[in-house]
């Protein structure tokens, strides 16, 4: 009788221990942000979508101070060798659209010349959002056997919150023929 009384006592915390190791379980999450590979191209083929002539110009001038028989006279010309040098100097630009941990980098690079935009290069470094959740077990049941060197069998149950355990154990020693129960405490570190 006493037998059966230990283990359907057992067996009665084992299913408590199982129901709760099931339903109280606690989720985390954590995100993190990994760089992606770089993309790096140049785009070639730029095409005009406006052009406006000004109606007052900015011309380059050259201003020139001649003296004749005591007259000072000064001359303002339109520079036409510096209009030329402007034209055929290659001038090349650079910026960072964004730069944000959630999406990355974008970089871009212009480069100007003969009064048109000859070539735009960019690069781009993307950002990946990664999201992991974690199921944590508040309450963890167990069960357990072991046999000593006093010739004693144990078989138990029990079960973990958090760090901090309960158990009971039914005892049969074969030295003796003595039967008895364990009510332990475990701490997991």
């Avoid at 990355?104 to 100007?112: A, C, D, F, N």
């Avoid at 690069?123 to 199921?135: D, G, S």
Wanted: proline content about 3%; aromatic content about 16%; glycine content about 6%.
């Amino acid at each position: 009788m006493k037998k059966e009384y230990a283990v359907a006592l057992c067996l009665l915390c084992l299913a408590i221990g199982f129901y709760f190791g099931r339903k109280t379980i606690s989720y985390e999450t954590e995100t993190r942000y990994i760089k992606g590979d770089v993309v790096r191209d140049t785009v070639w083929d730029t095409r005009l979508v406006s052009e406006t002539i000004p109606s007052e110009p900015e011309l380059i001038y050259k201003v020139d101070t001649v003296f004749k028989d005591s007259i000072v006279f000064i001359d303002i010309r339109v520079d036409t060798a510096a209009i030329i040098n402007d034209y055929i100097t290659k001038r090349e630009y650079s910026a960072v659209l964004f730069d944000n941990p959630q999406h990355g980098k974008l970089s871009i690079w212009e480069t100007v010349q003969y009064n048109s935009l000859s070539e735009i290069k960019y690069e781009f470094i993307p950002v990946y959002k990664e999201i992991t959740k974690y199921r944590i077990k508040t309450w963890q049941p167990y069960v357990g056997a072991s046999f000593n060197t006093f010739n004693q069998v144990t078989v138990g149950a029990g079960t973990f919150h958090k760090n901090t355990g309960v158990d009971l154990q039914y005892i049969h020693d074969f030295s003796l023929q003595k039967k008895g129960y364990g009510l332990g405490v475990r701490y997991k570190f």
